[in-house]
């Protein structure tokens, strides 16, 4: 299958560490992009080809590949950051682009 | 600066086709490796890619949608426009485009879609 699979809810306190999984059987063969996403607002690229980071987007945000899933970590987690986070890839064909089901992260 | 806006009816009938347009501005739709993609967001569901088109005039489409969907670009008007043929209320979403970088790299096939429209919501209804 070419779907991708992240938890629906991930939650952490203000400072803490909060990593955000995204598995799929292409990941091996596709990178992946993070994309966030605050209430009534268009999503923001802040990962992609797995690792690498827009200007824009703060430190504290990382990406990691290993197998069949890719992880967002968020070092140093603010209120600010509670939001949606969406995976993205493509297919093993490279062909079509796939969307995971989105995690709420909420900070505590 | 890099902007697109999305346009379009907020509100068709079931059965009805929906045309969105999404224009462009501060990167031309003939640049290579670049196009723009089309994404849509049901109420408090998550994103769904539907289609996109490359500087090539190459598209793709989301296999479950494919029969109802098109997708084409005027460069010189820098706007895609999307269409989708008999809408139904659960097609009642935000509807999104966004710039998409593609490449390959070690074999391995890259998008990012790196600069999003606002949106504009589409409900379906009688």
């Known amino acids: 299958s070419d779907e991708l699979t992240q938890p629906p809810s991930v939650s952490v306190s203000p400072g803490q560490t909060a990593r955000i999984t995204c598995s799929g059987d292409?990941?091996?063969?596709?990178?992946a992009s993070w994309y966030q996403q605050k209430p009534g607002l268009a999503p923001i690229l802040l990962i992609h080809k797995d690792t690498e980071r827009p200007s824009t987007t703060p430190e504290r945000f990382s990406g990691s590949s290993s197998g069949t899933a890719v992880t967002l970590t968020i070092r140093g987690v603010q209120a600010e950051d509670e939001a949606d986070y969406y995976c993205q890839s493509s297919d093993r064909s490279g062909i079509y682009v796939v969307f995971g089901g989105g995690t709420k992260l909420t900070v505590l | 600066q890099v902007t697109l806006k999305e346009s379009g009816p907020v509100l068709v009938k079931p059965t009805e086709t929906l045309t969105l347009t999404c224009t462009v501005s501060g990167f031309s739709l003939s640049e290579s490796r670049m196009g723009v993609s089309w994404i849509r967001q049901p109420p408090g569901k998550a994103l769904e890619w539907l289609a996109h088109i490359f500087s090539s005039d190459g598209k793709s489409f989301n296999t479950s949608l494919k029969s109802r969907l098109a997708i084409s670009k005027d460069t010189s008007k820098s706007q895609v426009v999307l269409t989708v043929t008999n809408m139904d209320p659960v097609d009642t979403a935000t509807y999104y485009c966004?710039?998409?970088?593609?490449?390959?790299?070690?074999?391995?096939?890259?998008?990012?879609?790196?600069?999003w429209g606002q949106g504009t919501t589409v409900t379906v209804s009688s």
């Open positions: 966004a710039r998409v970088i593609v490449g390959v790299l070690n074999n391995n096939y890259y998008y990012a879609l790196d600069i």
């Open positions: 292409a990941l091996p063969k596709q990178y």
